[in-house]
């Protein structure tokens, strides 16, 4: 069973940059797949911020474009997300995930809340 | 960017109703529609991809339609389990970009 595990700091400061990592269990992310970081501020909806392939090629959404980085250590087994720059409207919950047909993200972490608080 | 509009944004319902939550899409551009249900505190589950194939494991009450601009995921006969929000999810295919509507949040009556 493919399993997900988000782990970084719960608190960061404005303007310094925010890391996550997800760590993957049960499949080989150098086996394929494409994996993303999704995000929901409390109360609020989802937001898809980036997506990586195994080989490297980085998806972003271009509303986070700039202050975003994905990327996958196939070593790990895990890849991870940066944001640069925080502000207080980048508290939310950070979800990673597994894309699979179309994107369809089919297997998800349980979530690591992150807060932008001086 | 494509932009996904869901009606209602919120629906109140009794066992047994069959439900029908739409998502629009504001262009028609090649990609792919998922459907998700998300439960307090829990992480999105997939329900159905490429707009009306049934991910392993969910119930066949669960079902999805459409293409273009419009698509639909219906509920036949909702059970206690089932209420909770639902999140679309379009992948436009070039420039691959991520999209997700606003969300449909499913209430007892």
């Known amino acids: 069973q493919v399993q997900l595990q988000e782990s970084g700091p719960g608190l960061v400061k404005p303007s310094e940059t925010l890391s996550l990592n997800c760590s993957v269990s049960g499949y080989s992310i150098s086996s394929g797949h494409y994996w993303a970081w999704v995000r929901q501020p409390p109360g609020k909806g989802l937001e898809w911020i980036a997506t990586?392939?195994?080989?490297?090629?980085?998806y972003y959404n271009p509303s986070l474009k700039g202050r975003v980085t994905i990327f996958a250590d196939t070593s790990k087994n895990q890849f991870s997300l940066k944001v640069s720059s925080v502000t207080a409207a980048d508290t939310a919950v950070y979800y990673c995930?597994?894309?699979?047909?179309?994107?369809?993200?089919?297997?998800w972490g349980q979530g690591t809340l992150v807060s932008v608080s001086p | 960017d494509i932009q996904l509009t869901q009606s209602p944004s919120f629906l109140s319902a009794s066992v047994g109703d069959r439900v029908t939550i739409t998502c629009r899409a504001s262009?028609?551009?090649?990609?792919?529609l998922a459907w998700y249900q998300q439960k307090p505190g829990k992480a999105p589950k997939l329900l159905i991809y490429g707009a009306s194939t049934l991910q392993s494991g969910v119930p066949s009450r669960f079902s999805g339609s459409g293409s273009g601009t419009e698509f639909t995921l219906t509920v036949s006969s909702l059970q206690p389990e089932d209420f909770a929000t639902y999140y679309c999810?379009?992948?436009?295919?070039?420039?691959?970009?991520?999209?997700f509507g606003g969300g449909t949040k499913v209430e007892i009556k």
């Open positions: 995930a597994r894309c699979g047909s179309g994107w369809s993200m089919d297997f």
């Open positions: 990586v392939y195994q080989n490297g090629f980085t």
């Open positions: 999810q379009y992948l436009t295919s070039y420039p691959r970009e991520v999209t």
């Open positions: 262009q028609a551009v090649d990609g792919y």
